[in-house]
């Protein structure tokens, strides 16, 4: 068995457990994130459902995320009202082609949502459009904004509660985010069942 990659995956494994170690001691993260958890669990309590969003990897997150609340985290219990607003390819690809790609969440947030709901947007810049304008309009129909973002970017200025991951990697990011998510999955079943 070669052992040629073994530095470079000793490297990146050291590099997740630095921004592991990181999370853990930064009290703006476990705040927000603690914050942000009970802001979901009071509007689930209350018949509201999270609509998730992002692009690329994030994408892929907002949907794992909205499969964990549909489906179950770790609990036998009842489903919870979770959707990722990018799943629908024919919605999103007709959006983009009609309205502009800057539209692709908003437009289904706005004809889907309802006052007292929360919008989940994931982007790992904190700086994509189609992201920060699904927020606009979010909080102008007074629905929660939560906001998952590494530590630069818009995001974080725009929503309710910001969950900022401090690190500057991509994919380190993506990493903190899906932990991040888990996290906040675990919180919703603990505190609802």
Known sequence: MSTSHHPLIETRIKDHLALASALLQDESYLAAVSAAAAAICAALRN????????????????????AELTGRFLRERRSLAGLALSTNSSSVTAIGNDYGYDEVFARPLSGLGNAGDVAFGLS??????????????????????????????????????????????????????????????????????
């Open 47 to 66: 018949g509201h459902k999270v609509m998730f969003f992002g692009n690329g990897g994030s994408a892929a997150d907002a949907q794992h995320l909205a």
């Open 124 to 193: 790992t810049s904190g700086n994509s459009p189609n992201v920060l304008r699904a927020m606009e309009v979010a909080r102008e129909m007074k629905i929660i904004t939560v906001g998952l973002s590494g530590r630069a970017g818009k995001l974080p200025a725009v929503v309710d509660h910001a969950i900022c991951i401090p690190c500057d990697s991509t994919p380190r990011i993506q990493e903190a985010h899906i932990l991040t998510g888990h996290i906040l999955c675990e919180i919703m079943e603990t505190e609802l069942f």
